[in-house]
């Protein structure tokens, strides 16, 4: 009789390995390999073939019927923007985020915004009971008859009130809260949560339903579960913000059905978490002129939004002087102060720098460099620099500033809000009302001041 094949999975992130290990290649933890029972086994095995059971033949791309997509709106702006432009019947969607960031209610209120349209939504919670839900619709006021609430752990009895009554809508709150007795591992275990998801998601193309998924995020800020989560799944979605601010920020890093590069801007309210207006003026104060204060413009997929960048430069009473940045790469930081006292020749060894991008928003594009420049010059020097400037450019390692890509956009947005001066790398193509100062190299800052 042959031997059974042992194989060992990560905990942590579901990779698989036929030895056991004291470290998890993949994710780094350490001690979190179990061996896998035949059962558990066979189910990787179905995960892993979920798109090569059917033979098929290569097709030339002219010969392609194109698929369309239907959506339906969720009454919601922002959330409607990330998703491409609404919700895809049949789509499964995955969203993440720190607790208390208003997942829950974010939904909860869409669900009510479906119903309302005459569509049966189905919320299922593992975490709440029915009436602690009904203490949330009360207050978010959606309380819809086609909205129905269902507080279950078990998959086969969700699985069953969806065969009783037609959905067109599912909520999963969450996905680490529901088991299958089917399953001998226990809840939120990665066999646990990557069956669950290849059930919902059979489920989701079957009947045509919307289901969305709400997931919990481990400590490193990525969501809890096996990596195959993400890659079953349509769309993933990321809230981001602290839950002490009113202003929280979803953004996209997978759609099948539309862009990834898009963000919702959400307002937290006593009475429910609401897509933001007039978000152009939230993330910068122009009432007072300050030292250390710089305006900038960044991109967040199609919409441009107007930055300040705060720089602190205090004298250092410890033999290494602290670096540190919130919503700015460290390590570009780094950077730029070693350009300055290298081009610049300005002395910040001995000095401790602090920068924080307000509002919350973490900036991944270069296009601030400048920014956070002429803000550490402007702390440094104490001389505050007028908020009816903005500063577009990227710098380089050799010295030279360089043209940011949307720079149009970008000043259409500034003159919106009133910004008169721009301290650009390159002179913008179509006229506009805001005057231009070219700067291309980083010592011509300094003339600018």
């Keep these: 009789m042959a031997k059974a094949k042992l194989l060992y999975e990560c905990q942590h992130c579901g990779f698989t390995t036929a030895k056991w290990m004291g470290k998890c ?211 993933v979605l990321y809230f981001e913000g602290d839950s002490s601010q009113e202003l929280r920020i979803l953004r996209g890093f997978k759609n099948r059905f539309g862009p990834t590069s898009e963000i919702g801007v959400f307002e937290m309210r006593g009475d429910g978490l609401f897509s933001a207006t007039d978000i152009a003026s939230r993330f910068f104060n122009r009432n007072s002129n300050q030292a250390g204060s710089a305006l900038t413009v960044v991109m967040e997929g199609s919409r441009p939004i107007i930055l300040e960048v705060q720089a602190l430069v205090s004298e250092s009473h410890t033999a290494n002087s602290k670096r540190q940045a919130t919503g700015f790469d460290t390590n570009r930081l780094n950077m730029l102060l070693a350009l300055l006292e290298r081009k610049l020749e300005i002395p910040l060894s001995g000095y401790d720098v602090f920068i924080n991008i307000t509002g919350g928003i973490k900036i991944t594009e270069t296009s601030a460099d400048l920014a956070v420049l002429a803000a550490i010059i402007s702390s440094f020097r104490d001389r505050a620099i007028s908020k009816e400037t903005i500063f577009l450019g990227e710098v380089s390692l050799v010295g030279d500033v360089r043209e940011v890509f949307g720079l149009d956009a970008r000043l259409k947005e500034a003159t919106m809000q009133h910004i008169t001066k721009a301290v650009l790398a390159k002179k913008p193509l179509e006229k506009t009302k805001i005057k231009a100062y070219i700067v291309d190299e980083v010592t011509k800052l300094l003339e600018w001041y």
């Design 25 to 235: 290649p993949n994710c780094g933890s350490w001690d979190s390999f179990l061996e896998l029972n035949e059962q558990q086994q066979e189910i990787i095995k179905q995960t892993k073939s979920l798109s090569s059971h059917a033979e098929s033949k290569a097709q030339s791309i002219n010969d392609i019927i194109e698929n369309e997509v239907f959506r339906y709106s969720s009454l919601d702006s922002e959330l409607d923007m990330v998703l491409g432009g609404g919700i895809v019947p049949g789509s499964l969607t995955l969203i993440g985020g720190s607790p208390g960031v208003g997942k829950s209610t974010l939904l909860l209120k869409v669900g009510s915004n479906i119903a309302s349209l005459g569509k049966n939504v189905l919320y299922v919670s593992g975490e709440e009971s029915s009436g602690q839900i009904k203490l949330r619709a009360n207050r978010l006021g959606a309380n819809h008859a086609s909205l129905y609430l269902l507080s279950e752990i078990r998959l086969e009895q969700v699985l069953l009130e969806l065969s009783l009554r037609e959905y067109e809508f599912l909520i999963i709150d969450s996905i680490q809260t529901l088991y299958s007795d089917a399953i001998t591992s226990a809840p939120g275990s990665v066999t646990q949560v990557r069956q669950i998801t290849f059930e919902l998601m059979r489920i989701a193309k079957e009947k045509d339903i919307a289901i969305f998924i709400i997931g919990h995020i481990t400590k490193e800020g990525s969501i809890a579960g096996p990596r195959v989560l993400e890659h079953m799944v349509d769309t």
